[in-house]
């Protein structure tokens, strides 16, 4: 599971797709590499979490779209049922899809579209493995737009925890919700990094979000910033 592996050890990897093409390219990408290790692949939702349990990888490819138990619902099973769960990286056909959405908010660190580079994954599963967030503002604003076109404004969708951050809390916030990371927010803020990760770590807390990715979503659903 993320943070389980030694610094020398492979990043292990559960690969999770109902189509056996898919599986078998994905894997044919990822074994390529020193630093990465296929561990496991899964045909369909409802074997993601036995089988993540058993391997404990680090990053989970997740096809958003399966039978029986979709992307979604296998995200959140996974991040809900271990103390250390692996990243998920949801791997979709289309940028704008709601389920896209719904896996993000589910606590995935990111998505990666099918189409993406050998190059792209790679970096991916890199990306998140550290901890990081693979944040795509402009798709998200779009997803957060549509999704709140269609929801409404509605009567108290959810509290705002949002209310609860300080000036400069929110500030970090707006910043993060563009795509930058710390050391961008620290020079756009005139900060040291130290401060902005303490700020940033501050937010997280404060939405009750698994990371940024998941903190921009919250940003947005509760109208601290607006898509437009």
Same mark, same amino acid.
């Given at each position: ?33 020193? #630093? ?21 990888? #680090? ?15 296998? =995200? ?15 791997? =979709?056909?289309? !940028? ?81 919700? =563009? ?14 990094? !130290?401060?902005?990760? =303490? ?11 698994? #990371? ?8 947005? !659903? ?7």
């Amino acid at each position: 599971m993320h943070g389980a592996n030694e610094p020398n050890e492979p990043i292990r990897v559960v690969i999770a797709d109902d189509e056996r093409l898919v599986r078998m390219g994905l894997r044919v990408v990822i074994d390529a590499e020193p #630093d990465l290790t296929v561990v496991g692949e899964a045909a369909d939702g409802s074997s993601v979490l036995p089988l993540v349990r058993e391997q404990r990888p #680090d990053v989970v490819l997740m096809d958003v779209r399966m039978p029986e138990v979709d992307g979604i619902r296998a =995200t959140a099973l996974v991040l809900d049922a271990l103390p250390e769960p692996p990243r998920v990286l949801v791997v =979709t056909t289309f !940028e704008n899809d709601d389920y896209v959405y719904q896996a993000l908010r589910a606590g995935a660190a990111g998505f990666l579209l099918k189409r993406a580079r050998a190059t792209e994954l790679v970096q991916a599963i890199r990306l998140v493995a550290r901890g990081d967030s693979l944040l795509y503002p402009a798709a998200i604003r779009e997803l957060a737009a549509a999704r709140r076109s269609t929801i409404g404004s509605g009567p108290a969708r959810r509290a705002d925890p949002t209310a609860r951050l300080t000036e400069r809390e929110g500030q970090v916030l707006r910043l993060i919700t =563009t795509g930058l990371n710390n050391a961008e927010i620290a020079d756009q803020l005139l900060l040291s990094h !130290e401060t902005v990760k =303490t700020h940033v770590a501050n937010v997280l807390a404060k939405l009750g979000a698994r #990371d940024r990715t998941q903190a921009v979503i919250i940003a947005y !659903e509760v109208g601290f910033v607006s898509p437009g």
